[in-house]
């Protein structure tokens, strides 16, 4: 791809992949660096009393956690496995904003509904036509 088409190619599918890229790198790599990295760094310290929806262990969920917001997110703004790694990312932003803050006001859901509604839009679309998972469609 050159960079030429890149910038100047004002086709519809250029536009709609273009945003789909910037949406990628925007919400994946704020939410690995901004939500997820700080609580793999704080890991000990978290671990004994991380929101536990399903019962299955502080440990264990904030494991699940980092494991969605560092790994997933990762995966999305490169857009490598989109879809798939689309679903632990919603599993937690549901959980975050339905179950962890359910009965708090919306100022305090807002962030997790912005990441939702993003997510669920990329499970539409798919990641476009600049992502890895394009890259390797091309080759098969």
Do not use: N, Q
């Amino acid at each position: 791809m050159k960079m030429k088409k890149l910038l100047f190619d004002t086709t519809s599918e250029h536009k709609t992949s273009l945003g789909l890229l910037v949406l990628r790198i925007t919400f994946g790599l704020t939410m690995a660096f901004s939500h997820g990295y700080p609580k793999m760094m704080k890991y000990s310290g978290m671990s004994e009393k991380f929101y536990d929806p399903f019962g299955i262990g502080s440990a264990a969920s904030l494991i699940l956690v980092i494991f969605a917001e560092v790994f997933c997110s990762i995966l999305l703004a490169l857009g490598l496995f989109t879809r798939g790694v689309l679903v632990p990312l919603l599993i937690c932003m549901l959980v975050a904003v339905w179950m962890k803050h359910g009965g708090d006001p919306f100022g305090r859901k807002e962030m997790g509904l912005l990441y939702t509604f993003v997510y669920v839009a990329l499970m539409i679309t798919g990641p476009g036509k600049y992502s890895l998972d394009a890259r390797i469609a091309e080759k098969m």
